[in-house]
């Protein structure tokens, strides 16, 4: 999971970039990375670890010439967090010279690895499959073009054969040295990318593509379209939008742990908002908990902070519980979930948290989460509450266990990291520490999601073990186990 944007306008696109980066920051904190691109074709490009406010200086801003130009936030899914070099976008300078940043994971890195070297004779620095993206696209844009011009037509060949090349998630944006803005998703629309448009004060059109509508919103665009799954939009260097249907079979089956957790809850995803999305699954959830657990075992609800808020305030109004914040959390630590390292979550939980014992004494409480990963947070936070007073703490996750890897860009790789793999509820709550444990539905989660939109499928792939592009095998599932721990 990571954070994009790319936007072609009419006036500098450094602080556009840099400010659309602070707002997708919930996406990403290993590193940041833009790029911006001059109408004589030359690239300005700043990467560095750390999150954005911390790794971008004025001086880096200063040198980040150009009207068009795209950014990055990363979250490790592939390669080492704190590698600077894996940082994004990637730069190669042929054909033309091609800048692009990625959100997703590709899951026959392998195999394109191999075909690079002995196909393609393309040499890869590291191994990110970022990397490896740009790097296809380059070769097919090289095979496609012939002469010195490009035009969109040619951009949506080398698109095609992308995706007959490339298997996984990938919503990427890609700057093409003097000739403009590429944007594209998988067949699938696994990873979000939205488009809009907003007209500049010269009566031009300014373009921008991103991975979350506040985006858009915050820079007073508005928002077009999602790009469809499969679809690449090309945005010229003087405005001009050019979009194709680039893959052969396409199928909408969003990823269901953007609306469940990562993305923000002020977004809207392939026409679904987020925070109504999260309202629901609170809805759902309540009814679950009212039917296995007793009533008198629950005074107070509770949130843990952020992202299960909306869910929390469901579950009580429904039940006709007080809701109460118990814990209260430090803005300046980061999402732990998204830290690299067991050890590195675990710390930073109490840092983030701290448990106000005036809510928690002497009473029953219910803790409501968003979801259980590995389980190393919410052992601690069921153990903060007992610590803060609490008689009893049951606890309730928006989503279902999670018991299988998530392959497509979020960084659940291995079966024996996630608490849920190869347990039982009951088994899990004794290993988290709580009187009683709920997990909403499989089918509850998707109903709540999709309700009252056009989709009919989710990649739940994490919940229910079943991957929507067809092509992860237990070989392959094993073999990326088998490099996580290696």
């Known amino acids: 999971m990571c954070g994009i ?285 009212a039917k296995y657990t007793p009533r008198e075992a629950i005074d107070v609800v509770m949130p843990i902070p952020d992202s299960a808020r909306p869910a929390a305030m469901q579950v009580a109004r429904k039940l006709g519980i007080e809701y109460r914040e118990g814990f209260y959390k430090n803005r300046y630590v980061g999402r732990t979930f998204i830290m690299p390292g067991q050890a590195v979550r675990k710390k930073s939980v109490r840092q983030k948290l701290n448990a106000m014992s005036s809510e928690f004494t002497g009473k029953h409480v219910l803790l409501i989460d968003d979801s259980i990963v590995r389980g190393t947070t919410s052992k601690e936070i069921i153990q903060m509450a007992r610590d803060a007073g609490a008689t009893s703490v049951t606890f309730a996750s928006a989503a279902p266990p999670v018991r299988y890897p998530h392959v497509y860009g979020i960084n659940m790789p291995s079966r024996h990291e996630l608490v849920a793999h190869g347990r039982t509820i009951p088994e899990i709550a004794e290993e988290l520490g709580c009187d009683y444990l709920v997990y909403q539905e499989i089918d509850d989660l998707k109903a709540a999601i999709v309700e009252g939109s056009d989709i009919d499928d989710l990649d739940m792939s994490c919940f229910d073990g079943r991957y929507v592009t067809g092509t992860v095998s237990e070989e392959y599932l094993d073999w990326v186990e088998g490099t996580q721990q290696s």
Not at 54 to 66: C, I, K, N, P, Y
Not at 154 to 181: C, D, K, N, P, T
Not at 217 to 226: A, H, I, K, P, Q
């Open 5 to 289: 944007v790319g936007i072609v306008g009419q006036s500098p696109a450094n602080q556009e970039i840099y400010d659309a980066l602070l707002l997708l920051q919930h996406r990403g904190q290993d590193s940041t990375g833009i790029a911006t691109a001059e109408n004589s074709g030359v690239f300005h490009i700043f990467k560095a670890n750390g999150q954005v406010r911390e790794a971008v200086r004025t001086r880096d801003m200063r040198s980040l010439l150009g009207n068009i130009g795209l950014g990055h936030v990363r979250y490790a899914t592939k390669g080492t967090a704190s590698s600077e070099e894996e940082a994004q976008p990637f730069y190669v300078n042929a054909p033309y010279g091609i800048v692009l940043v990625h959100n997703g994971n590709l899951t026959n890195t392998r195999e394109l690895t191999g075909e690079l070297f002995s196909k393609d004779r393309r040499h890869l620095n590291t191994s990110s499959d970022t990397e490896l993206l740009v790097n296809v696209l380059a070769n097919e844009l090289q095979t496609t073009v012939s002469g010195l011009d490009l035009d969109p037509e040619q951009v949506f060949q080398a698109v095609e054969r992308v995706h007959e090349r490339v298997e996984g998630s990938y919503a990427a944006i890609a700057l093409i040295a003097g000739h403009g803005l590429l944007a594209f998703r998988d067949p699938f629309g696994i990873r979000p990318l939205i488009l809009g448009t907003r007209r500049a004060e010269n009566g031009r059109d300014e373009w921008t593509v991103a991975s979350e509508s506040l985006v858009l919103e915050n820079g007073g665009f508005d928002v077009v379209r999602d790009v469809e799954p499969g679809e690449a939009v090309f945005i010229d260097s003087a405005g001009t939008l050019f979009t194709r249907q680039c893959a052969e079979q396409t199928q909408l089956a969003p990823c269901s742990f953007e609306y469940v957790y990562l993305a923000r809850p002020d977004s809207i995803m392939n026409g679904i908002s987020v925070y109504e999305a999260r309202l629901r699954m609170g809805e759902r959830l309540a009814d679950t908990i």
